[in-house]
């Protein structure tokens, strides 16, 4: 069973659409994050829940909306797609954030935009 | 901020050479230190990780350990493999926050 998955591996669309990455974690954790990986493997935060509830909130374009319909998922949604979202967007997923634990990361969803 | 500095790479190597990749660190709280790796085309994994000062976190033949005095927790393998070729991330997290991750050092081990 994978700990931590994430749908779809691959996105190619337009300029302009939008799209969803869904995640799913089946360790019981409290914790969720998207983290996004450029071309040259730098990973930054944009989004943290803690038990459903957003806890942070990096600066990220209002495009982006994540969404934590139960502890287990996060999702996030894409509006309005531009050339420089086309990353890595990684998942993952830890005990409690008021443990400072290790992360459990997703296999990623690598998304071009055309 | 809470950030973390680690060399830059890329970095290649012959097979059984001695691996070390730099790591510092600085932060607001007493942080944990982990190191990650990242074979291509997959997600992270933990590979050792240290929650206090004089820690040793090892695995696979890899060690760093958790130097407060000196803000630092040094990646170091005594002999690398072909299949170690990796990026390699630094990492530290402090309690009520998320992880911050150092830019990723590239590790290319040739036969």
Same mark, same amino acid.
């Given at each position: 069973?994978? &700990? ?12 302009? !659409? ?43 374009? !209002? ?8 502890? &287990?998922?996060? !999702?996030?949604?894409? !509006? ?11 998942? &993952? ?6 443990? &400072?634990?290790?992360l ?9 935009v055309? | %901020? ?6 830059? %790479?890329p970095?290649?190597l012959?097979e059984?050479?001695? +691996?070390?990749?730099?790591c ?7 942080? @944990?230190l ?6 291509? %085309?997959? %997600?992270?994994? +933990? /590979? +050792? ?8 976190? @090892? ?15 040094? /990646? ?7 299949s170690? @070729? ?19 050092t590239? +590790?290319?081990?040739?036969?």
């Open positions: 069973d994978t &700990a931590v998955s994430q749908t779809p591996k691959y996105l190619v669309t337009q300029m302009g !659409n939008d799209k969803s990455i869904k995640c799913e974690q089946n360790l019981g954790h409290d914790t969720m994050y998207w983290y996004k990986q450029d071309s040259k493997k730098f990973l930054k935060i944009m989004f943290s829940y803690n038990n459903k509830e957003l806890i942070i909130n990096e600066t990220v374009p !209002n495009r982006f909306s994540p969404k934590s319909p139960d502890k &287990a998922h996060l !999702n996030l949604h894409i !509006n309005s797609l531009e050339l420089g979202d086309s990353a890595v967007y990684f998942c &993952a997923s830890s005990s409690n954030i008021q443990v &400072a634990g290790e459990f990361f997703g296999e990623g969803s690598r998304l071009t055309l | %901020g809470d950030s973390v500095t680690q060399m830059e %790479g970095v290649t012959s059984e050479a001695f +691996l070390t990749i730099n510092t660190y600085t932060a607001t709280g007493y942080p @944990s982990f190191w990650y790796v990242q074979y291509p %085309g997959e %997600g992270l994994q +933990l /590979l +050792l990780k240290a929650t206090k000062a004089d820690d040793k976190g @090892s695995n696979k033949g890899f060690e760093a350990t958790y130097r407060k005095e000196t803000t630092s927790f040094h /990646l170091e393998k005594g002999s690398v493999q072909v170690d @070729s990796a990026v390699y991330f630094c990492a530290l997290r402090v309690i009520n926050n998320d992880m911050r991750f150092g830019a990723g590239r +590790l290319t081990v040739k036969p």
